[in-house]
């Protein structure tokens, strides 16, 4: 689309930036003086910027046909809102009247003193040159007034402000009344004798405004009663004709084939995106829209209805003044249309005129929020991404906010549609502004929700929020870390250290530790391995280390202190909080107790294995999402599924780590167990019962014999039979071979044959047994809870070969799963293990 600058041709005077603030304050006795602006005073550039309303046209032709003497309304009072037109339609009629060639009067309260000339001496004044029949303080008769008017026929009347030179007047006395008092008297005579002349109208102005004090209210009162028996009221400008009002006086030309290809592709992308007003026909939509163009509807109708019904903010001109100042600001902007996102805040003369109506503390607002360095709306709008930060719709979408929060009534705020629709750019989802408003509520301070969303100055949540955070130490964090921490340990597979002092702290046992760290310091857990207080550490393959990742320490502090200042500030009775913000205050509290395992699990991740060498870290990862289970069983799951930890233990293993060799006829099971539980790196079993299991089985298999050494020789005293291994000093593990009987060739009993696994063969002929196995296929079905035991004998395979590939086949049937489920709980956790995956067939 195209800049909306070359549609719409701002007037040169907005373009050059010559936006002297009176060039629209319409002042009726400046004309007069020959002392306006030339926009005013020139009678034609005046009518080329004016747009002529219906009102207006009435207007001047009931003029016209009254000084013509054909009939009309002798007297007009022109009432709008307080800067809706009224002075600049008394402008109007006083060129026209040039035109026509009538004689004009013209009164200004506001300019005429009442200490200097009563208000007709200044009619005689102006019709003749001089002052006669009405001279002195006291009103004239009717009969005298129709003496000076009647030879000056056709004569124009105009009359504007008035009430403001009887405020003034009220204080001075003439005789036994006030001048206040002749001026009413003279109103109602002034009317009266109009009435009677063919040729002659009286139009005057009367604010319709309702904050005067009770003195000048009661003087209104007066002046309506006074002239209102025979006036006729007009109104010149209804407010559907203020869109081309605003647009003439500040565009020399509009497009309007271009304009209307604008309109209709932003259109399609608002239908699109339901952007709409509820209720609105896009039709409807369409030409106001029309009308309106540079300048989206929504613009005007927010600046003329809300911000105009400020007692101060004059109506129509006010409008004017603050879109010539967009305008101007945006003269060279690629932007196809403007919108109240478009009000650059940090532009000190937009900004200077919107706080003349909601005062100078809206100043440190629009800062700490939205303009300074650092406010709230630009950390969104880094926050959304690179791809949006071109847009700022952090700063766009507050801005828009900002606009619709204010009006002389009580009507205040936007919804999110509205704000969608004056912040979204047609090339992006508007879902981005929601995301946005989002983010601002959770960043900005004086940002407020009761179903709209709008500004005040005072602190909301995030401010309170923000106060409660500073106050909080770092002992009290450390407090709470280490709480947090210890209600989400199961403690149910490791005896579990937290923050040890020292390695005194640790026992030197031979049960599974896990010892969590409260940083990253290598060389602490090389001291509590290696050391038990003052002598050498035993049991040196039983301590797992625990520690927190360095880059996750800022995100968890922030998320910890947001916990307790939430959890202070509903305790904090003193803080006036509305049942909203209260039952936000709840929400808040409820989620971020739900997010402490997540943030606890984000930080300590780094797992720490003693190996021969050094230690072995594995990085547990980020972990799934929605998955229950304590930091600790994870740990254990883990390392138990890498075979880092063994619940048991294959008997073929062992015999092939001891008995493998044909020089090595025995060794002790307590030199085993001992060097599991001593030696950094070894096989790290969960308890003895692990071992003796494994002998147990391994000897009833023939794998080995179970015995001891008698006057230097080995004695094999259980071998394919049950057994209880004591693990103690003596007992050894023998050879097969040195505890089987020599074989008979011609006979084979049961016992020539291995037994495997049902379903797997019939077995393996002793014979066969010394053989090797070149290549490996095994599929096999494995039950519910026994994958974690399959997955144990990985780590032997790959000692053997060289290439080892592990296929996994899931198949699911005879229930069903959200798709969030498998997305968020299957899909992440394998996406999480860098599985490739192979296949995928989902059924819904």
């Keep these: 689309m195209k800049p909306f600058s070359t549609i719409a041709i701002p007037h040169r005077d907005i373009l050059e930036g010559r936006l002297t603030m009176d060039v629209f304050a319409a002042n009726l006795w400046e004309v007069y003086k020959g002392r306006a602006h030339e926009d005013y005073r020139d009678s034609n550039i005046f009518f080329r910027k004016t747009y002529f309303t219906e009102g207006l046209n009435n207007l001047l032709d009931i003029a016209e046909q009254r000084l013509k003497g054909e009939g009309g309304d002798p007297i007009i009072q022109l009432q709008t809102p307080f800067g809706g037109g009224k002075t600049h339609s008394l402008i109007a009629l006083y060129h026209k009247a040039k035109e026509w060639g009538v004689n004009v009067v013209v009164i200004d309260g506001s300019a005429l003193g009442p200490k200097e000339i009563p208000l007709w001496e200044e009619i005689e004044l102006q019709l003749t040159g ?29 009359m504007d402000e008035i009430l403001e030179y009887v405020i003034a007047a009220s204080g001075i006395k003439v005789e036994d009344s006030t001048l206040a008092s002749q001026v009413l008297t003279f109103v109602r005579r002034l009317t009266d004798t109009v009435r009677t002349l063919d040729k002659t109208i009286l139009i005057h102005t009367y604010p319709s405004r309702s904050h005067y004090a009770e003195h000048d209210q009661k003087l209104l009162n007066q002046l309506q009663e006074r002239s209102g028996r025979m006036e006729k009221i007009y109104t010149p400008v209804h407010d559907e004709e203020i869109y081309p009002v605003i647009r003439r006086r500040l565009f020399s030309s509009v497009n309007e084939a271009e304009a209307r290809e604008t309109i ?96 100078p503390e809206y100043n440190s607002v629009i800062a700490q929020d939205i303009t300074s360095n650092d406010a709230g709306a630009k950390k969104v709008d880094k926050s959304l991404g690179d791809a949006y930060i071109p847009f700022s719709f952090g700063i766009k979408t507050a801005t828009s906010i900002f606009m619709y929060s204010f009006s002389g009534g009580p009507e205040r705020g936007g919804t999110i549609n509205e704000i969608k629709l004056a912040s979204a750019d047609v090339s992006t989802p508007s879902s981005i502004i929601v995301e946005a408003i989002s983010k601002l509520k959770e960043h900005l301070f004086y940002i407020q929700t009761d179903g709209k969303l709008f500004f005040t100055n005072q602190p909301n949540l995030n401010r309170v929020l923000l106060t409660k955070m500073e106050n909080i130490t770092d002992e009290e964090l450390k407090v709470t870390e280490k709480t947090l921490l ?96 209260r039952r936000e205050v709840k929400e808040k509290i409820k989620k971020a107790e739900n997010e402490v395992k997540e943030f606890l699990r984000n930080l300590y991740r780094i797992v720490l294995l003693p190996s021969k060498d050094k230690f072995t870290e594995i990085d547990l990862g980020i972990p799934t999402y929605g998955a229950e289970t304590t930091i600790d069983r994870e740990i254990y799951e883990r390392l138990r599924s890498e075979g880092q930890i063994l619940e048991k233990l294959a008997p073929l293993s062992l015999r092939e780590k001891y008995l493998k060799d044909k020089d090595r006829v025995y060794v002790e099971t307590k030199n085993i167990l001992e060097s599991f539980f001593k030696t950094p790196g070894e096989i790290r079993i969960v308890s003895d019962e692990v071992l003796k299991t494994c002998i147990k089985e391994g000897v009833k298999q023939g794998l080995f014999g179970l015995g001891d050494v008698e006057e230097g020789k080995t004695i094999c005293r259980h071998f394919k039979v049950e057994c209880t291994p004591e693990l103690t000093e003596g007992e050894i593990l023998i050879r097969a071979d040195l505890c089987t009987p020599p074989e008979k060739e011609e006979y084979k009993s049961e016992d020539d044959v291995i ?8 077995g393996v002929k002793k014979e066969e047994y010394g053989k090797k196995y070149r290549t490996i296929h095994l599929k096999l079905g494995v039950p519910t809870g026994k994958l974690s035991e399959i997955v144990r004998v990985i780590p032997f395979i790959k000692s053997m070969f060289k290439t080892v590939n592990v296929k996994v086949e899931i198949s699911a049937v005879n229930g069903e799963m959200s798709v969030s489920d498998y997305e968020d709980k299957i899909m992440e956790a394998i996406k999480q293990a860098e599985v490739e995956i192979e296949g995928e067939r989902l059924d819904k």
């Design 755 to 762: 037994p495997t696994k049902k379903g797997i063969g019939d």
């Design 264 to 359: 209709a592709e932003f259109l399609e992308y608002a239908e699109r995106e339901k952007m709409l007003p509820e209720g609105v026909e896009k039709s409807s939509y369409r030409e106001r829209y029309m009308k309106s163009y540079p300048f989206q509807p929504d613009v005007i109708d927010v600046l003329y209805k809300r911000w105009g019904s400020f007692p101060d903010f004059q109506r129509t001109r006010g409008v004017l003044r603050l879109l010539s100042l967009v305008v101007y600001a945006m003269r060279e902007s690629k932007n196809p249309f403007i919108t109240l996102a478009d009000f650059d805040l940090s532009n000190g003369m937009i900004k200077g005129e919107l706080l003349r109506y909601i005062g």
């Design 486 to 581: 210890t209600n989400h340990l199961k403690r149910e597979h490791f005896e579990t250290f937290l923050w040890p002092g020292n390695s005194k702290d640790i026992p030197d046992t031979k049960s599974l530790k896990l010892i969590i760290e409260q940083s990253q310091k290598g060389e602490k857990c090389k001291e509590l391995l290696e050391n038990y207080g003052e002598r050498p550490r035993v049991y040196r393959n039983t301590p797992i280390f625990l520690y927190p990742i360095n880059s996750e320490r800022i995100n968890f502090k922030s998320f910890l202190k947001r916990k307790l200042a939430w959890q202070l500030v509903e305790g904090d009775k003193n803080i006036g909080l509305t049942f909203e913000q």
């Design 130 to 158: 001089k002052v006669e029949k009405l001279k002195g303080r006291t009103s004239p008769g009717g009969e005298t007034l129709r003496e000076l008017f009647a030879p000056h026929q056709p004569l124009l009347i105009l």
